[in-house]
Structures are given as structure tokens and as C-alpha cells.
């Protein structure tokens, strides 16, 4: 186990009914309800390994709340599957004969994860444990066509060394700054990509050659939050609120542990808030939303940097900073400002343990974080905004694909029979 | 059943595991997990009597997924702890016999349900089903000290005609407009109320002479939201937001079919957003919250309505606005357009599929309609805010008290054994 913060360990089976050692169906029956709890159990221990790293069987068995040999017999069962695999012994951590430590293999099942930002696309092939066999970044020029990106896509896919159709390939995660459904991949809107009504998923299945079903498009901010929760800053809390910071401004949400992606998946479309009704007019026709106030453009435009974009202008942006750009300073702080008024709305709001901001606001973090406090404390109740962290993301870059991949391996956790 | 919208129905068991029929324990821990299973498909079949009225015990079988003989089984024994009756035959509707028809007995359980708002104190005692068996509300001076509360609501207790005491009595639900800890009451503030860290559960527990755990005391906007999803304009709603309008402004919030508390229990202060920086400043001390630039005092004081406050105040301005006067109609457009901008904010956050305007603005409603919707509209995602509904709350001045009743409920219909 390797957190430090109490981590969120899936428990085997659910709370009511207790942790259930069932071994081997005894009437058809009773074998069917012992196939579906065993399943579970399966996928229970699978998750532990998966999230927390390598543990030995006894350390599985008091986070599961499984019994000894109802562990050995899971663990054989998820090895036979090449799931996982025993080697070596764990030191002696108490009373009782050392046990054999267990970790996932990371190429047993792999996702295809895909983010497709404003000014770039990135690949990576993502396996058990999170473990990232490779992965890859290109330019995407403003306003390519959902043909040309879904072309892109493919090239790059190609250049990760895994086949999509390779068995082990769980499937394809696709994460998009706009409004997305889940269940078909389809792109209602996405207005810094000048989408509007893509069919993405089948697109991509076609590409790709893989069935429909195994591509998952999710939106770029939620699947952020899933990343950041399950292997970034967000590790261990039940309640955490992700601030995506790109061209636009996205927050992704997870409630007592779980993704809130509201009743058709468009929550967390925090960049729309109104913060400033004397602000600039937004790509959605308001005035003064979140991302015109906090976004990157404003950033770039109030720090007077010109020519470059994502990352790298925010780079230079910190730079100016840095060396002592009172001007570059004061624009900062003004996008400080903003950042802290609108994380204060969604801290009085939504009561969360940690804010984690990624995207630009991740670099831009230490130039930020005074401003942006400020206005949080100023915004928010003392009671509510003294038990909130807000801190910058831990995956960078990262925390898209991460939590693409983990769309795409819940598949295999909730059911590692199912392969 | 009595809703037209698609009831949230409570599935016996859970659905992973599928319905479970069992009837009699065959050896003792068989017997464990049986009444496990027992009192939760007990409380599963109160539970849909509790909330969508009587129902023949076909009706329950096709609801729950149990099969007919587990049903009569499960009916017998509610029916023997005295939380049901079976009379009458239901109309034969399909093949087979009628069979009789099941409904709660209200007194069996029955909640002590108390509202404390900034300038009036409800209590009521309802029995399972929502029954209001009685409800009594009075003027409560601004400014009342915690003590001189307590007193009040003890003596509306007491007026009630069942004794706290009772063995009827499940427990008693309190709504507070503060920042509450519902483990043990204590209210950590409440500033309309001009409280500030007071153990107002034990107080009243003291009062009323019941044990400290039985009483149980929610935000009022929370429990508002929980009652108009059970008993009002929520019902059938998997994702809803209630919006309650005193002289604060707070929001409640249902996801997924559950309450949504936040990290400590302090989710929903959306009174205090930001939604306009020239605005006016807030007991909270920051400038243009929601509750300021939209909640009662900005409403009287724009409608030029003097001396009195609450429901009656909010009669005052309609009135004016029905009479004609132009100068209260362009004051409640304004309160109408500010309400809208909030709401507007919610929907992009959280996509739910209604919004629920309670409080102020349940009878201000035909009046805001047209400026808030319009605000709505301006300041959401198209796709995102053509998908929901803003109506009126449904329950009215008698939403907290249904919720808080329903939260005291709530441990019956959990394990209706465990009385």
C-alpha cells in the first residue's frame, strides 16, 4: 500500500450484506448468486492491487475484510487469468509465516486512451496498475475537421505499439472538451473545437477497427477528476472537485467517491458561471463567464504573450513573472482573482475536501495561489472554505489520459471474469 | 401508485445481487444473512407503500421483483409489527384473483417534524405515508436566542397531541437555516438566525426528554430538497436542485436519487455565489451573493414593500405586480433576472433534470418567470438547460417539514424491525 492519505480501498462485496466467503456454487442456484458475488470479489481485489500497488496476501485480506483462503483462492484465480502474478515474500509485518507478494501484470489488459485538446492530441497505451507502456503528444492545428483529428487519432494509436484490436486492448478512452454521451460516443457540442453533433465514437471504432462498444468518449474535465482521483492529487478523498484550465474552463466532479456527471452527463460546466457581468463576452454568448475572466486567452492577453499557446505560453508567462514583470504580475494576479471567485462558488456549493487545479493552472499555480486564496477565503464561508486544500494538479498533462484509462479498465474491474 | 412521472421506485435488494426470496433461515449463518436481506426487503416494500401510497400486494410483487409468496410473507409480517393493513380487494387488473390492498397505518411511525425559519417556527407530527396528523406554525421574534427557541418548540411540541416520548414517536427532524452537523445537531452557524456554534440537538433532546440520537437536525434547504423529492414537484426525479428563497437564499441537492450533504454536511450555501461584483454587500461580508441581489430584503426593498416579511410580504408584491404597478413589476423583473443568472449557474454545474424554486419564490413564481428563464437560458449551455425544468416547489411552506419528517422516517423504512 503506498498512500499516505487514507486511501479509498474498495471493500469486497458491499457493506449491508457483509464480506461473503464463498468458494464453490453448490446447487445451480446457489451458483448463480456465488458466481456474481465471486465476480465481484474478483474485481474487489483486482481494484486493490490495481490502485494501491503490490501487496501481500495477508495485507489483501485485511483491506478486503476477506478471509486467508478465500484470498489464495481469489488470487489463483485472478493469476490463471494473467491478471496478476505472486513472486518473492513480503518482509514480516507480524505474527504468522511471511505471504508471497501479488501485483498486477500491467500489459494484461491495456487501454487505448486518447485526449484530444484545443491545440494538441495525445495517445498513450495505459495498462494494470496504471502503469504507461507509452504514450504520445502531437499538434493538432485549430478548427481540424472531427475527419482529420479521428484520422490523427488513428496515426497516433499506431505509433503506441499495441494494436487496438489486440485482445489485450480492454478498449479505446477518449477524452473531449465538450459535451459528450457516454453511452454511444457521441459529441453534442464542443465549442473550442468548433464541434457540434459528432458521431466521434463510431467514428473512431472505424478507424480504429475495434466494435463500437469499446470506445468510450467521456468529457476531458470528468475524466481529469477520474484521474486525478484515482492516481493524482485527489487520492483518498471522497469529495473532489477538478478544474480543467484550457482554452475554456471545465470542472469534473466526484461525490462520496464516485464520478457526479449529472442526468445526461454534462455537469461540471463550471467555466460558464457568471463571475464578472461586466466581463468580456464568451464563445457562448454571455458575458463574463468563469473561462473568459480565468481562461487561458485572458491569461495570455492581460501578460501581453503573444505567438504562443497551452503549456509553453504559460511557460512564458510564468517567466515574465518570475523575472520580475510587474505588468506580467499584476495580469496574473488578476487571473488569480477570478480563479479564487469562481472556486469559491464551487466550494460554497459543493462542500468538497480538495480542489485540484490542472490544465494551465497547474504551472501558473505558484504565481496564483496568493490571489486566488484570497478570494476563495473572501468568497466562501469560513466554516466550508477552512476544511477545503485546493492544490495543483499531481498528473499535469497526464490527468486526462490517466482517467480515460481508468474509464476503459473499470470494464475489467468490475468484472475480471468477463475477459 | 399514484405519480405520472416514473416513480423512483426502491428495488428489493440491490440489483447486482438480484431480488432475493428468502423466507426462512436454514442454519445460523445462513440465518444472518437471511435477515439481513429480510429487514432489507422489508423496508424496501414499506418504503414504496410509505411513498407511493396503498398498492395491492400484485402491485408491490411487479415493484420490487419479489415473487408472490415472498410478498405475501414480507406484507404478513409488517402487517404484525402493526406498520400496515391489508383491506378490500384492489379492482382485478390482469389474469387471477384480486388480491387485497396494502397501505401504511400513519400512526405507527410518526415524526415530530420542526422548521426554525428567521421569522416564524413550524412543527408538525407526520406518520408514515407523509400524513400530516397535525402542524402548527407561529412567529418567532427575529433575534430569538437559541434557549428562547428551544422553549418554543417545546411548547409547539407539546401542542401537538402526541408526546415526544411516545413509542410512536420515531424521532424528532429539525431544519435549521445554518451550516449543521446531522450526527449530533450541533449548528456551527446559522447567520440569519445570528447563531454561531450551538449543540441545539442535545438542547432539544433535553427539552423534549428524548435521547440525544433521536433527534436529528438538517439544513433546511437540504431537507427541503429531500421532501419535495419525495412528497412534491421532485417526485420521479433522479437529479433534482431545490432552491429556497427566505431571507437567505440556500440550495438543496439530489444526485443519483440521494441527498448530496458535501464533505462535512455543508454542501448547497449557493446564497453565497457570486453573481454580481457591483452588487450589494452580504451579512456574509463580501459583495453581490445571490441572497443579496435576489432574496427577500433586495425583493421588499426594490418593491418599496415595508412592515412585513416572510409569505405575507411576498403576497404584498404580487399584489402589486397583479394591480398593475409598474415600478414592483420592474423590481421583481430584476429579482427575477438575478434568481435566473444563480439558476442558470446550477444547471451548468450540475445538470439535473429539475430545479425546484421553493420559499419567496414558490408564490413569486408567475411573476419571475418570464426575466428568470430568460436569465436561465442566457447564462446555461442550450443543450444543457433546454433539458430541465424550473418549477415551482410543489410542498410550499411545508417542504422542510415533510423533509425533516422523512429524515426521521428514514431509519424505519431501513429496517422496519427495528422498532
Redesign the interface.
Known sequence: MTTSAAPRRPRAD?G???A?DVRAPRSPRAG??AS??RR?NLGALLECLHLDGAASRSQLGSVTGLNRSTVADLVQELAERGLVVEDGLSPSSGPGRPSPVVHVRPSAAVALAVELGVDSAAAAAIGLGGHVHDQVRVELPRGSSPQETVRLVAELAASLGVAPADPRVTGVGVAVPG?TRRVDGFV??APNLGWKGVGLGSMLADALGVPTERVHVGNEADLGALGEHRRGAGRGY??LVFVSGEVGIG?GLV??GRP???????????G???????GRQCT???FGCWETEAGEAALLRAAGVRGARGVAAVDAVVEKVTAGDESAAAAVAEIGHWLG?GV???V??????VVVLGGIFQPLFPCVEEPMLSAVR????A??SE?VSVVPSDLGTSAQLHGAAEMVLATVLADPCSR
Not at 378 to 381: F, P
Open positions: 458491499d449491508r450484506m457483509g461473503m448463480t448468486r456474481v458475488v465481484h459535451l453534442h457540442l471522497e469529495h470542472a461525490i462520496e457526479m456527471l449529472g442526468a445526461a452527463g454534462y455537469a461540471g460546466e463550471a460558464h458561471m457568471l463571475v464578472n457581468p461586466k457562448c454568448g454571455a471567485v469559491g462558488n464551487l460554497n456549493l459543493l462542500n468538497p475536501e473572501a468568497r466562501s464561508l466554516e466550508v476544511l
